[in-house]
């Protein structure tokens, strides 16, 4: 997309996010508010949106942080750099499990096809949570494959899952094995590694 068929409101959202972004978010790349102002000032405006997308390694960034790089993607028409900004404003807004996923091969359980990497399935998690009558109570929560478009069975991946009942995943830390279903079967294993708490909590 050239500079005039840009969307009057990017600049504005791209701005806004880059105050945001204190020298304490800056990643391996060790890049500054000075560095997107730059950017900007020299209209390098889809750089600017990567280089606030890296701020994935700070845990602390809120969500209206990300909400404001999401609208700036969608108008800059970058469809996968909108969805991750979602993804991670619903971290920040929920808090966030990261975890090595491994799938059930395709002949051990319901899942015939690779499922979807970027945030579209939401499945069932075994936490250790039990019902009253000491069944399994099973835990909803979105899932983000890391570095993948897509995951197939049998595969491994470190994925990260952003829980629909934060409350209920409060007892869950690192080294926990924890299993993914999407129906009574069991689809995949899974070890806790990290264990992000909501932004500002």
Excluded: K
């Excluded at 960034?61 to 108008?75: C, D, T, Y």
């Excluded at 994925?159 to 629909?164: H, K």
Aim: proline share 8%.
């Amino acid at each position: 997309m050239n500079t005039g068929e840009r969307h009057p409101d990017v600049i504005g959202l791209l701005r806004a996010a880059s105050l945001l972004a204190s020298e304490s978010a800056a990643t391996g790349n060790d890049f500054t508010p000075d560095d997107v102002w730059d950017d900007l000032v020299h209209d390098r405006w889809e750089a600017v949106l990567s280089l606030l997308e890296e701020c994935a390694g700070s845990p602390d960034l809120p969500a209206a942080f990300w909400e404001g790089l999401a609208r700036a993607a969608e108008q800059s028409w970058l469809p996968r750099s909108a969805a991750w900004c979602h993804w991670r404003a619903a971290e920040a807004r929920n808090g966030s499990v990261r975890a090595e996923l491994r799938l059930r091969p395709a002949g051990e359980a319901r899942r015939r096809t690779p499922l979807a990497g970027q945030g579209v399935l939401r499945p069932m998690w075994d936490i250790g949570n039990r019902a009253p009558d000491g069944a399994p109570a099973w835990n909803i929560a979105g899932l983000w494959v890391e570095g993948m478009p897509f995951l197939a069975p049998g595969g491994r991946a470190v994925v990260r899952l952003v829980p629909l009942t934060p409350a209920q995943w409060a007892h869950v830390a690192p080294g926990a094995r924890i299993l993914m279903h999407e129906d009574a079967s069991v689809a995949g294993e899974a070890v806790v590694l990290e264990v992000r708490a909501p932004a500002g909590a």
